[in-house]
């Protein structure tokens, strides 16, 4: 969990993101202010012929590309320590509970890109190879938490919006049981495949632990 705990501890990428998109606000502003005394100053017919002006113009696109793209990253990093402070929660209060948290720590890691393995293998980990979250069949396994749920427009389909653990959204597609199984508010492990829209959900799992204290490994298809 040492990644998790980086995320949550080094704000330092969000500070810098914040003050590039603060640094690039700050140049468009002035350049747009030059922009108006400059063009106050020429008359109409000559503004496009002027060198400054076309200059400063360029500059100006400059500056809104840049504000651009250090608002995105800045939002990106945002959710995804939003993502890991609820992580930390949720964990936390399972060790609180005195719940089993093996399989929550194995998908937080996974989703942090760690290399985990389990205690039960880890006499055999230097003889088996690592196991990815895509599988040979070109399907693909996540966690997430599902934000909001709708009907699809095919009868028995759902189309849920779901953010990973990294923090990125997805609209994931589910009909039958694997519909029935996204829940607003709940984290779920889903087997899914890209489509055209969203992903395919072909199973959905709760990230959650039976009465017992055991993971609950029960899967809906």
Known sequence: MQKLMGVLINTAEIETAAHRAYASRCKIYDLDARIKALE??????????SPELVKLHQELNQARAEYAASEAKLEALKARHAGAVALANLLAAMVQAGKDTVELEAAIAEALGEKQVP???????????AQNAQANDGTETGTFTVLEVRSGKSPGVVRAYCQ?????????YAKNGAGQALT??????????QGEKGLIALSVSPVQTSNTGLPDDRRIR
Not at 184 to 193: A, S, T
């Open 119 to 129: 205690p039960a293998k880890q006499g055999q980990a230097d003889s088996q190879p």
């Open 40 to 49: 106050a100053a020429i008359p109409p017919n000559q503004r496009t012929s």
């Open 164 to 172: 990973a653990i990294d923090g990125t959204k997805h609209a994931v």
């Open 184 to 193: 607003v508010g709940k984290m779920v492990k889903i087997r899914y495949r």
